[in-house]
Structure formats: structure tokens, C-alpha cells
């Protein structure tokens, strides 16, 4: 079994900085593109950035410039940093990632059980 532990979250005022961070544990063989999504209370689950194997990374609008996203492939972790937060950045966020798994040919998406951002005006 694949397992996602996300970290990191917390209560912080506007224009501070917080990183989390997701780690996968599991029967591994690779892990493909990886990203964060977030959900606030009454909205859907969206995704704010991904980041591929490789490095490659996107974003959404509403971080662009604020949050960077990275990965340590050999660790089988991503990390969100965001600065200067907003309030309405306050959301619970998931790690998402797009992993093969042992024995092989298995392979699915795997969700982290979320890490709420709460931040204060």
C-alpha cells in the first residue's frame, strides 16, 4: 500500500509564510508528477500547482509568485512554500501524486488526508 503524510499546516497571519510538506511510503517504484490542491469550505477541490519529475512546475493564477512548489525524488516528497499569504488563502490542502507502484504494472492516483491553512486579516 502507497500512503501520502502531509505537514506543515497551521494559523498564520496575512503576509506570513508557511511550507508544507507531503511525504509517499509505500511498495514505490516511481512517482511521476505530483501537486497540491486545495479546497475551501463550500468550493471544489482545486489545483494550484504541480510540479513533474523532472522539475518542471505550474501554477495557478492565484499563487503565481507567492507559493513555489519543489520535490526531493529521493525522499518521495514535495513541498509547498507559500509566502505572503492571504486570507482568502485559507483552505484545507491535499498533495496529489501520480504514482507506479510494486508489483508493476499498478499504477493510480494517490491523495494525502489534507493539512488546513488557516489565515487571519
Known amino acids: 500500500q502507497v500512503q501520502l503524510v502531509e505537514s506543515g499546516g497551521g494559523l498564520v497571519q496575512a503576509g506570513g509564510s508557511l511550507r508544507l510538506s507531503c511525504a509517499a511510503s509505500g511498495r514505490i517504484f516511481t512517482i511521476n508528477a505530483m501537486g497540491w490542491y486545495r479546497q475551501a469550505p463550500g468550493n471544489q477541490r482545486v489545483l494550484i500547482a504541480t510540479i513533474t519529475r523532472s522539475g518542471n512546475t505550474n501554477y495557478a493564477d492565484s499563487v503565481e509568485g507567492r507559493f513555489t512548489i519543489s520535490r526531493d525524488n529521493a525522499k518521495n516528497t514535495v513541498y509547498l512554500q507559500m509566502n505572503n499569504l492571504k486570507p482568502e488563502d485559507t483552505a484545507l490542502y491535499y498533495c496529489?501524486?501520480?504514482?507506479?507502484?510494486?508489483?508493476?504494472?499498478?499504477?493510480?492516483?494517490?491523495w494525502g488526508q489534507g493539512t488546513q491553512v488557516t489565515v487571519s486579516s
Open positions: 496529489n501524486a501520480d504514482i507506479i507502484t510494486l508489483p508493476l504494472p499498478a499504477r493510480g492516483p494517490y
